[in-house]
C-alpha cells in the first residue's frame, strides 16, 4: 500500500468524487433566466455593475442561432455557465469584438 492509501481517501479520488458531482447541460431560451441572474450576481459581487431591479445582466449575445448557453450544475444547482458562439457559414457574429478595449 502506498502512503495515500494508509492516510486515507487519495487526491486524485476527492477531485473523482468532485467531478462526478458536476453536470454540464445545453440551456435553452426558456431556462436562460437563471444563468442571467447568475451573472447579474457575479458582477454585483465585484463591484462592476450597479444593482439593477430586474437582477439579472443580459446581452444581445444572449440568443442567436450560433449561440450555445452551457449551464454547469454542481448538484443539481446552478453555479457557473458558459456561453459559446459557434462561428460558420453565414454565422459569424464575435462577441469579444464588441468588448475588447481600443
Known sequence: MGAAASIGISFVDK?????DR????????PQLEDILSLRYEAYIKE?????????KLEDQFDVGTNVRNIGVYLDGSLVSALRLHILHGGQRVQPWKAFRNG
Request: no cysteine.
Open 22 to 29: 458536476v453536470e454540464y447541460r445545453r440551456v435553452e431560451t
Open 15 to 19: 477531485v473523482q468524487q468532485f467531478v
Open 47 to 55: 463591484g462592476a455593475l450597479d444593482p439593477h431591479p430586474s437582477g
